[in-house]
């Protein structure tokens, strides 16, 4: 499987730049997701690296091997770099049945009818739709026409596959579904995924590393467990997360190494890192997540219910604390009234500053109330 690299890669249509001077490493048999809003350039970059994009400036290799480099004037077509790309709309072959629909691209490629019986079955077998090989796509559901999409670009086994935000057509449950799916298709062909979507929840869920982008510039590249709890700025803090963070004016007061006393919710309250505090101005924004702020009756942070929003398995509950709204995650079944006095406390050791007006990240650590 393949090593994907691309070195100082940039894209401008005419006086706008889609992507903005991007270094990406992308290991073998990864499951790496390009994420961010619409228009931040995860689409243009995925389709540069596939060929079907020609980037302005910068290096691409694929495998060892340079498929792009604009100093050069090497481009590699899409054909001859051995990659998949699955798009989303499935664009399957009305006319043809799932069994030929999978077959066409081996057939143009001359594999033997034999070859093309035997790969054909494994990729029924591997995706469950085995009873489906004579069936059209009309008379198949959503989920069914992206198993024979992923089968049909798995069929001349690519080194890579691309994925252009395929689940965005289905509905929430065959999601949930398919996000399964496409997880153990991953473990089950080690081949190397690059998934492009603007859902943070698919990225979280299935990736082995974000890409998470904004404005055509990288904002953070790492595991999604890391991007969630340590994110590099405000922006990424604020994408990833559902319910969103809580952020939260405060002033530094006076502080050393790893302590800090900050003014928070109209009082002083102690800050410790998990390293040296880096260097900041006097106003901080406090990043606490949901289930950080759990509802207790001796909390110390009093506040108003301003919603409650039960699911069954967990409530959301927005409050108003001076002033500013916090969202809290719990536990159950629950329910305010409008206006009914709510405490609330802080706990756990993922509380983040961030530095104004930029929205560094400058600490993580824990609150003393």
């Known amino acids: 499987m393949p090593h994907i690299s691309l070195e100082h890669i940039t894209k401008r249509f005419g006086k706008f730049v889609a992507v903005d001077d991007l270094d990406l490493e992308i290991d073998d048999r990864g499951f790496i997701t390009l994420l961010g809003p619409s228009g931040c350039g995860k689409t243009t970059t995925l389709r540069m690296i596939a060929g079907l994009e020609t980037p302005t400036e910068g290096r691409i290799t694929l495998d060892g091997k340079v498929v792009f480099d604009a100093d050069k004037g090497i481009n590699i077509p899409p054909a001859a770099r051995d990659i998949g790309f699955l798009f989303q709309n499935y664009a399957l072959w009305p006319h043809m049945t799932v069994y030929q629909n999978i077959a066409f691209g ?180 406090v990043g606490i997540r949901p289930e950080f702020l759990p509802i207790e009756a001796d909390g110390v942070i009093q506040g108003i219910a301003y919603s409650t929003l039960p699911s069954g398995m967990e409530t959301t509950v927005k409050a108003l604390v001076d002033g500013v709204m916090l969202t809290s995650v719990v536990f159950g079944s629950v329910d305010y009234p409008v206006d009914a006095p709510i405490r609330m406390n802080i706990r756990g050791d993922g509380i983040i500053l961030f530095d104004e007006p930029g929205g560094r990240q400058i600490a993580i650590g824990s609150l003393a109330l």
Request: with cysteine; hydrophobic share 40%.
């Open 106 to 285: 081996l057939e143009n490629l001359k594999w033997s009818k034999q070859d093309i019986r035997k790969r054909v079955d494994e990729l029924l077998a591997l995706l469950k739709i085995e009873d489906f090989e004579k069936r059209y796509p009309s008379e198949l559901s959503g989920g069914q026409q992206q198993r024979v999409a992923i089968a049909r670009t798995l069929a001349p086994s690519p080194k890579v596959l691309f994925m252009d935000e395929p689940l965005s057509n289905l509905d929430a449950k065959l999601r949930q579904e398919m996000r399964t799916e496409l997880k153990r298709l991953h473990s089950d062909t080690n081949s190397t995924f690059v998934y492009v979507t603007h859902d943070q929840l698919e990225a979280m869920t299935l990736s082995t590393k974000v890409c998470l982008m904004n404005n055509g510039v990288l904002q953070q590249y790492a595991p999604p467990l890391t991007v969630y709890n340590e994110p590099a700025n405000r922006f990424v803090a604020e994408f990833v997360g559902n319910p969103t963070m809580n952020f939260v004016p405060a002033q530094f007061v006076s502080g050393e190494g790893e302590q800090a006393v900050l003014r928070l919710f109209g009082r002083e309250v102690r800050f410790t890192a998990r390293g040296p505090i880096a260097s900041h101005g006097g106003e901080l924004t």
